[in-house]
């Protein structure tokens, strides 16, 4: 398996969910446990088989081949994963290309998460609400029983949907983890950072929703460097000018890693355009001003002051004071000066971290 495949295995490997990696031909280059166990095989009979050859049914693989046959167009929705017992498991999937640095090699990299107890419960709810309607012919009160069910099955939707966006943020930690270790980060850089980016969101006028949203898509900021070597990420000496090139690349990389879903478009944007410079000498765009996303520019400074303040192999970490100079000259030339104003503002009425607990 090629290095960067096999690094990429193990990363879907530590999902909590089911994920595989897929060639466009069809065939299985990797599959981790999860998705093992929701198949019901182990892993040797599934590597190396082609997807089509454990779908009996012509129309599931007729939609396995046309998503092989158009990598470059992301899909999700509803499928399922057939059993040795004939047994269909109900999943939700999602699917994308991903490519190795050269691009020579194109796969299709899938998740799964198993939604068999929601298609029990929605069962359910379908049968209750069918025998309430026949009562309801008979019964003189069954119109105040019906509100009352309507409440409750409005609740449901309500602790579903709170489940679900759990289950995103954790993909989220999980995913932004993977990608900070690689630059031999503890991971909580990832959460002081959505700390930070929150606090600036709300002290530029952001509504407390918007304020959360940049927060947690602000950990995401370095995912794209997933596809930067090791080799260059933890080199310890000077970068040459190609190497130096690779990493700056991280930004576009974790664009094209995250989804296009409205959950993600902050995050699309902040991965891109973190990097960029209110005077437009930053990369890769060499955007500037209000050009660049105002929650990239949000990032920008929480990034740099973390990075400032947080001791690394190779640095000590700076007093919180000399970090909030820097900041301050960098005004106009690093940074929005906006954006360094709230951060003045929250300083010197001592909440910008003083409240923050990493977990």
Not at 319 to 341: C, H, L, Q, T
Request: charged share 25%; hydrophobic share 40%.
């Amino acid at each position: 398996m090629h290095p960067e495949v096999a690094q990429f295995s193990h990363l879907l490997d530590a999902l909590a969910c089911g994920a595989a990696l897929v060639e466009r031909s069809g065939r299985i280059v990797h599959v981790n446990p999860r998705a093992a166990a929701m198949l019901g095989l182990p892993n040797e009979a599934l590597v190396g088989q082609c997807v089509q050859s454990f779908y009996p049914d012509p129309a599931a693989r007729e939609f396995i081949a046309a998503a092989l046959a158009d990598l470059d167009h992301p899909r999700e929705g509803e499928f399922y994963l057939p059993t040795p017992a004939g047994e269909r498991v109900p999943v939700v999937i999602s699917g994308r290309a991903w490519r190795d640095a050269s691009g020579a090699r194109a796969y299709y990299a899938l998740t799964m998460t198993d939604i068999t107890p929601l298609k029990a419960a929605e069962a359910d709810l379908r049968n209750q609400y069918r025998i309430i309607a026949e009562l309801s012919n008979t019964i003189l009160g069954q119109a105040e029983n019906l509100k009352d069910y309507t409440e409750a099955l409005e609740h449901r939707v309500h602790e579903r949907t709170q489940e679900l966006h759990a289950a995103n943020m954790d993909a989220i930690y999980m995913l932004a983890v993977a990608s900070e270790s690689k630059d031999q980060d503890t991971g909580q850089h990832v959460r002081r950072l959505q700390h930070y980016s929150h606090s600036l969101a709300r002290e530029l006028g952001f509504s407390p929703r918007e304020a959360e949203q940049i927060g947690y898509s602000a950990i995401l900021h370095d995912v794209g460097k997933i596809h930067v070597p090791d080799h260059i990420l933890k080199k310890p000496g000077p970068l040459t000018p190609d190497e130096r090139h690779v990493i700056q690349d991280h930004t576009i990389a974790g664009e094209h890693i995250l989804s296009t879903k409205p959950f993600f478009h902050r995050a699309r944007r902040i991965a891109r355009s973190h990097h960029e410079n209110f005077d437009g000498s930053g990369y890769p765009d060499r955007a500037g001003g209000n050009d660049i996303p105002i929650e990239a520019r949000i990032v920008h400074l929480a990034d740099v002051y973390d990075a400032l303040t947080t001791p690394r192999v190779y640095k000590v970490a700076w007093p919180a004071y000399d970090a909030a100079a820097v900041i301050a000259e960098s005004a106009g030339r690093m940074f929005d000066p906006e954006v360094v104003r709230a951060f003045d503002s929250l300083k010197a009425r001592d909440l910008w971290s003083t409240s923050f607990q990493t977990p």
